[in-house]
């Protein structure tokens, strides 16, 4: 199947608040623009009003770029978005549909590949290993390729797990227990939550920054988010076959997930369940912007079925 990439992309700024705190824009965080400032061809993702997934963005940052990614054969050809931090040299969030069609037999394709849709000396060297970190680079011990839109969330074909592993999809995340453990538990259990006939909607993303010092291949510096979330966004019976922007608040249900980077022992995704609503305050983005009845405020425990 071949792979079908158009191009998305444009300088866009800390969105509101919250991307001071969650490592935004490279001229207040101290992050320096590689090759002394690029310039980026920009277009306007929000014309794309019937993506629910899609978070709010803001134009005028210089350190966040987009990238949409088309795969032949899947629905629409939507793969899924990717927001870019040039200074950080990290994935900030992925948004992107499930349904049962996503889901095949394709199996783990480990094809690293430098973004082609984003200029390839901004991104982190990452193709032919994971990150590098004092002491240790020890896989297990450290911080590994953490992907935001998983591979397991894309076997329907080759080209479109390939599109996973692109190095903008990925953010430094404490392997030992949590990428390997309860992190992996979330991306797994989502998928107990897709819809007989509609579709889950998801944004996978980080924020925030620690002190630990990590690289990439070539020794460039990678930002390391203190926290990773999950937002969920679907029909409450699942089987409405209408979009959910036509829906009404009392017939959509949403769910977020707040973690912390590091180890978890013994940890389950459903003891880190939130609303919507308290990650858009710790993050300052706005989630569902194209669904406008989306309940974000509130979320019933008992509606998903997480461990």
């Known amino acids: 199947m071949m792979k079908k990439t158009m191009l998305l992309l444009w300088i866009m700024g800390s969105l509101a608040v919250g991307f001071a705190s969650c490592g935004g824009d ?3 965080s101290g992050w320096p623009w590689p090759d002394g400032g690029l310039q980026l061809q920009s277009q306007d993702l929000s014309r794309y009003t019937g993506w629910a997934e899609l978070p709010a963005v803001d134009p005028d940052s210089k350190d966040l770029v987009y990238a949409a ?3 032949n054969g899947l629905p629409g050809g939507r793969n899924y978005s990717i927001c870019y931090s040039v200074g950080g040299r990290i994935g900030m969030w992925a948004a992107f549909p499930l349904h049962d069609c996503y889901r095949g037999s394709q199996k783990r394709s480990d094809k690293w590949a430098y973004d082609p849709e984003i200029p390839q000396s901004i991104q982190p060297t990452l193709t032919k290993g994971s990150y590098l970190q004092e002491p240790s680079e020890k896989q297990g011990d450290s911080y590994s390729r953490g992907h935001l839109l998983a591979s397991e969330d894309r076997t329907v074909s080759y080209a479109a797990n390939v599109q996973t592993f692109y190095v903008t999809n990925v953010a430094p995340q404490w392997q030992n227990s949590f990428n390997g453990g309860v992190w992996s538990s979330l991306e797994s259990d989502c998928w107990n939550n897709i819809c007989d006939i509609d579709t889950l909607y998801v944004v996978s993303g980080v924020c925030g920054e620690l002190a630990a010092s990590v690289t990439d291949r070539d020794n460039r510096k990678c930002r390391v988010p203190s926290h990773f979330f999950r937002v969920l966004l679907r029909s409450k019976t699942g089987k409405t076959g209408r979009p959910v922007q036509e829906l009404e608040a009392d017939e959509l249900q949403c769910v977020g997930f707040w973690f912390e980077n590091r180890p978890y022992s013994g ?6 369940m939130v609303s919507v609503s ?4 710790k993050t300052g983005m706005t989630f569902f912007v194209n669904v406008p009845n989306a309940p974000k405020e509130t979320f019933e425990r008992s509606a998903w079925t997480f461990r």
């Open 278 to 281: 308290e990650i858009e305050e």
């Open 69 to 71: 990614h088309f795969c």
């Open 267 to 272: 940890g389950k995704p459903s003891d880190c």
């Open 26 to 28: 490279s001229e207040d």
